[in-house]
C-alpha cells in the first residue's frame, strides 16, 4: 500500500465521539493600535488596513506568560460554565510556538492552576494549525475510551518574538488564548477531518532560538490560497455534504485579505467566515477558539450548525475539522 492510500484510507474512516461542551477566552488589557506602529516602522493605519483589515492586536504585560494567558482562558471557560468542574477533566492539551520555556509544558502549568489533578497535560507545537490538531489528537484521545474530557487550548505570545523594525511582519502578530472543553458523545459532532505537511516549505515562516519571526509573506498567501480551499471541499466531500449546506468557516486569521480570498476561491460569502484578526492580529494557534468565542459571545452560534475549522501555517502545516457545533 502506497503513503498516500494510507493517508487516504485513514482519512476515509474518520470516527468521532467527541462534543464542543464549552468555550472560554482571553486577551491581554494592552493594546497595539496602527497608530502606535506608525511610530516605531514606516506604516500607517490606511496602509496597514488595506493590507491586513487589522485594525488592533493585544499584548501581553511583562509580567504576563504564555501559561498566564491560557490559565485566564481556562477561568473564564469555567466562569461561564458552572458544571464543568476541574478535577474531573482528563487531558489538557495546548497548542502553542511560544512557551516561556522549554519545560515544563504550558499545559502542566495550567493542570496545577486550575486544579485538574488527575489530568494528563501536553503541549502541541503545529503553529498556526495547532488548535485543530489539537482538537484531533483530542478526538483519539476520548476514541481509546481511557478519557472522557479533554481540555484544548490554543495560547500564544507572539509579541515578544516579533520583530518590530521590520515593516512587513510586526503589523500582523498580536497575544492571546482560547479553550474549549470535549467530552464523549453517543454521536460525536466531528464529521471529517485532514491533515498534512509540506516540510519542504518550512523556511516560510520559521523562528531561531532567542530569535525573531520570519516570514516570506508572499510564498505562504500562495500555498495558503492553493490548499486551504481545496482542503475545505475534501473535508464536506468526505461527509457528502455540499458546500451550500455549510453555516460557518472559521480559517486561522492569518490576513483579512487572506480571508477574503479563500472565501472567493470556494465562491462562498464572506460573511460565512468567522475570523478574529480584525480586533486581536495574527494569534496563531488562538486564532480559531478566539473568532469561535467571539461568534459565540454574539449570539451567531447555534447547535447543529455545520462549521469547517481550519488551521495552516508554518511547517508548512494544515489542519481541518467538520463538525456540527453542539453549544
Not at 458523545?185 to 532560538?209: I, K, Q, R
Not at 483579512?256 to 480570498?261: G, H, Q
Not at 472567493?264 to 475570523?275: G, I, N, V, Y
Amino acid at each position: 500500500m502506497s503513503t498516500t492510500t494510507a493517508v487516504n484510507d485513514r482519512l476515509n474512516h474518520f470516527v468521532s465521539n467527541a462534543r464542543i461542551a464549552a468555550i472560554g477566552s482571553y486577551v491581554p488589557e494592552e493594546t497595539i493600535t496602527n497608530a502606535d506602529l506608525e511610530r516605531l516602522v514606516d506604516t500607517n493605519d490606511e496602509w496597514i488596513v488595506r493590507r491586513t483589515g487589522i485594525e488592533v492586536r493585544h499584548r501581553a504585560a511583562d509580567n504576563e506568560t504564555t501559561s498566564d494567558l491560557a490559565i485566564a482562558a481556562v477561568r473564564d471557560l469555567l466562569s461561564r460554565f458552572p458544571d464543568v468542574v476541574a478535577e474531573e477533566i482528563d487531558a489538557i492539551l495546548v497548542a502553542t510556538t511560544t512557551p516561556e520555556r522549554p519545560f515544563p509544558s504550558v499545559a502542566s502549568q495550567v493542570q496545577s492552576a486550575i486544579g485538574a489533578r488527575s489530568a494528563f497535560a501536553i503541549d502541541v507545537s503545529a503553529a498556526c494549525a495547532g488548535f485543530v490538531s489539537a482538537l484531533q489528537l483530542a478526538n483519539g484521545l476520548l476514541l481509546s475510551g481511557t478519557y472522557r474530557k479533554v481540555l484544548v487550548l490554543g495560547a500564544e505570545s507572539l509579541t515578544r518574538i516579533t520583530d518590530y523594525t521590520d515593516r512587513s511582519t510586526c503589523i500582523l502578530f498580536g497575544d492571546g488564548a482560547g479553550a474549549v472543553l470535549l467530552e464523549t458523545a453517543n454521536e460525536g459532532s466531528f464529521l471529517a477531518a485532514n491533515a498534512d505537511t509540506d516540510g519542504s516549505g518550512g523556511m516560510h515562516v520559521y523562528c531561531d532560538p532567542g530569535a525573531k519571526i520570519v516570514q516570506n509573506g508572499r510564498e505562504v498567501y500562495k500555498w495558503a490560497l492553493t490548499v486551504v480551499p481545496s482542503g475545505v471541499q475534501d473535508l464536506l466531500d468526505r461527509a457528502g455534504i455540499p458546500l451550500e449546506k455549510l453555516d460557518w468557516l472559521v480559517p486561522h486569521s492569518a490576513n483579512l485579505r487572506m480571508i477574503e480570498a479563500i472565501c472567493e476561491r470556494l465562491d462562498l460569502p464572506l460573511d460565512k467566515a468567522l475570523q478574529s484578526v480584525v480586533l486581536n492580529g495574527n494569534t496563531s494557534a488562538a486564532s480559531i477558539p478566539l473568532a469561535l468565542d467571539a461568534a459565540y459571545r454574539e449570539g451567531k452560534l447555534a447547535t447543529g450548525q455545520l462549521m469547517a475549522l481550519y488551521g495552516f501555517g508554518s511547517g508548512l502545516t494544515r489542519s481541518g475539522l467538520l463538525l456540527r457545533w453542539t453549544l
